[in-house]
């Protein structure tokens, strides 16, 4: 089969003929039908994240047919979706309470194993997730990271109907998850810095939309951050209303700023970080998006072009999502 291979430590995908997988036990065998492209796969190509195979197929946003594998329950030919997280050991204290977002021994798809930039590619039968029909290949795949993250920020935050929520920064993973606050009748404040970004939230039907520096003119219930900055996460803190909850959809912040604690943390707001996303978070959001008809921007690449479909991440060169179709 055809695939984009990283041979670290290069820093360049190789499209080479590969052996295809074998579905090992409880696992299924896709034919990618699309994979998203996500900006973890360039901290991975670029050796920000430690290589921990001496070659690997990277992509962790895969839309896929099963050829092997089936069970009762998704069939040959049924089209599932697979995320970054590709497998929990399901016998960690976290995940025996039901957090195996939390896992102490976590395999994502695209790292610890191969991903989807390749014709073929093996996962997890139980961590397969069936796509509505309603998403088509282009539309579902980028929501499989990004999308399903973004949802579970909300979850974390609290997010009720009809609260009001700010969003602080406004790129892929924020368009994604205003759609699911509007189906909300949620009432969502942004503030990013970009004219491109303001654009983009003001085409979405934000209510207001303003620069990093303007603070939203109202007390907010929840807020997300996506920017990773603490800075940010003090802004949106002090946008809080009493009670109020911050989510920082962020894997790295630069440095926690101090801040006063009287005045903005005090009155029982609070700030959480979100890790990962669990099964059920993927499972939900993805059939909401079906009913909602969330339809990201996409842009298509072909498995020879993984390199450029890279750099026009790594240079937001494209409005949207870089999709790779085999
Ligand atoms: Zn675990
Ligand atoms: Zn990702």
């Keep these: 089969m055809k695939a984009a291979v990283l041979h670290p430590p290069d820093h360049t995908l190789r ?6 997988p074998t579905p ?37 946003q895969i839309v896929g047919d099963i050829l092997e594998g089936a069970t009762a329950e998704m069939p040959v030919g049924s089209r599932v979706g697979v995320s970054w997280v590709g497998g929990v050991d399901g ?9 195996e977002n939390l896992c102490d021994a976590p395999t994502f798809t695209g790292y610890n194993t191969d991903g989807g930039y390749a014709e073929c590619a093996v996962a997890r039968a139980d961590f397969v997730f069936p796509l509505p029909d309603a998403l088509d290949d282009l539309h ?15 979850r974390v935050a609290g997010v009720e109907p009809g609260d009001q929520v700010g969003l602080f920064g406004f790129g892929a993973s924020a368009s994604l998850t205003i759609s699911v606050l509007q189906s909300l009748k949620c009432k969502v404040y942004v503030s990013t810095r970009g004219a491109s970004h303001r654009k983009l939230a003001e085409s979405c039907g934000a209510t207001w939309v303003g620069s990093e520096h303007d603070k939203p003119p109202v007390a907010l219930d929840r807020a997300i951050t996506f920017a ?26 630069d440095r926690m700023p101090q801040f006063d604690y009287d005045r903005l943390l005090w009155g029982e707001r609070q700030i ?36 450029e479909a890279l750099a026009a991440i790594r240079n937001d060169a494209i409005d949207g999502a870089a999709v790779i179709v085999p």
């Design 15 to 20: 499209i080479e003929d590969a052996v295809p």
């Design 24 to 60: 090992g036990p409880g696992q299924v065998l896709l034919k990618v039908r699309a994979c998203g492209v996500c900006r973890t796969d360039l901290h991975i190509v670029d050796g920000e994240l430690p290589a921990i195979r001496s070659s690997l197929i990277p992509g962790h």
């Design 91 to 99: 016998t960690c204290p976290y995940c025996e309470l039901g957090a």
């Design 140 to 154: 579902a795949a980028p929501l499989l990271c990004a999308g399903i993250i973004g949802f579970r920020s909300l």
């Design 228 to 253: 990773p900055s603490g800075d940010v996460v003090v802004s949106a803190l002090s946008s809080l209303r009493k009670g109020g909850v911050v989510a920082i959809n962020a894997i790295h912040l």
């Design 272 to 307: 959480r970080s979100v890790a990962n996303m669990t099964r059920a978070d993927a499972r939900d959001f993805l059939a909401l998006a079906g009913k909602i008809g969330i339809r990201p921007k996409a842009t298509v690449f072909k498995l020879d072009q993984a390199n």
